[in-house]
DNA sequence: AATTTTTGTTAACACTGTTAACAAAAGTAA
DNA sequence: TTACTTTTGTTAACAGTGTTAACAAAAATT
């Protein structure tokens, strides 16, 4: 009986289909502006279909939350993989990091920005734990590999995602778009420092 | 004619007693559940009173965002009175910055997250060219003694912001309330290699 | 005392997210 | 095919939000 599975098939069809239009909104107006109610408009339905594939409002915005994480886990690891030392990885993926973060506003704002953080729900997002994973395995390498090799790893992980979380959040605060390719100077500074900090004394 | 003044000083008044409710209620719900309607009835006038004392909802979060960058500019300067040495005064404002943060949360909020920074205003925030003053100047200080007098102090200054700004915002997403002291050491980490790296080579 | 200005209120508009009540279509069983 | 059940979708409403136009009342001015 190939009767269900279409079913279930067009289901998923369906909740695509409105994330589509969600994100449709979300690019062309920000997601402050996203809407149930432009959804249904979008996808030609009434309001409350969506509340059958989504629990509610937040649950969509949770799905981009989760993509991005993805998305950003999946740079980080293609970049980290064209490196052999773990100090070289640390700087490349910085950079990554930081054109990920502007070449994809939306889910950067999204992941951390946006004030609405569900600071109860962030830790269920197991993206986002795939991606910290993959910068907390290179900083442990690095400090393996150091003159000191009992410095804390997770304090110095701690450290290297504020720089750059910092660096980003500041840099988008004042400008819109992607900054000029000198703003890119001050993560070089800041990342090669933190570098410095793990490689030697 | 005391008449006059006596009306602008009403008025004044006015315009504080709605602040003063706006913020019980900023602090006891978060300022994303402030509204209009509370206000007004905190106060007990209608609703369009408010909009003769200001323009807008933003208006009155940007009053806050403007006193949270007031507060800050006169901690950090406080707190750099206390030292000579500009490498003891980045340390000491560092921590002041930290303090800051999560002692005054909903204001801290306000001023940099949130993602309603309504970008274009933000520039019109004196109040936050205060605070970044203090630090600038600092660091300029610091520069000057230090044996690379040459050092882009302007550059500095965005890395010093900026992993200030990313520890707090961090740590805010993680966790509410104030971190434990055990949290600190980041702070403590990041920023001694951000001051190792002007003051010495 | 008549008139203008300020101040405040009521009521509405145009939006939000969310849900209860109900109709229509689709699938299942006799 | 008919009767029944389940899924799917709609209409209409509730309870909010920011904001404003139209109007009444109070205060100040002439």
């Known amino acids: 009986m190939g009767i269900a599975e279409r079913k279930i098939r067009q289901k998923e069809e369906f909740k695509a289909s409105i994330l589509e239009a969600a994100w449709q909104q979300v690019i062309s107006d920000g997601w402050q502006s996203l809407s149930i109610r432009k959804i249904a408009d979008a996808i030609e339905y009434s309001i409350p279909v969506i509340y059958n594939h989504f629990e509610n409002k937040e649950a969509i915005l949770l799905e981009f939350t989760k993509e991005g ?8 690891q293609e970049v980290k993989d064209q490196y052999e030392v773990p100090a070289q990885q640390l700087e490349a993926m910085a950079h990554a990091y930081w054109d990920f973060a502007f070449d994809h506003n939306e889910y950067y704002q999204l992941m951390f920005g946006l004030g609405i953080p569900a600071c109860d729900r962030v830790k269920q997002i197991i993206e986002m734990k795939t991606a910290t994973g993959i ?6 390498e690095a400090i393996a590999q ?37 703003k890119k100077m001050i993560l070089q ?7 410095i900090s793990i490689t030697s004394k």
């Open 135 to 140: 910068m907390i395995s290179t900083i442990k």
């Open 69 to 76: 994480f993805q998305k950003l886990a999946d740079t980080l």
């Open 189 to 195: 500074d800041a990342i090669s420092g933190f570098i």
């Open 146 to 182: 150091s003159n000191h090799p009992e410095t804390d790893y997770f304090l110095k992980y701690h450290t290297y995602l504020s720089i750059l979380h910092g660096l980003v959040s500041i840099q988008m605060i004042q400008k819109e778009g992607k900054p000029d390719a000198s």
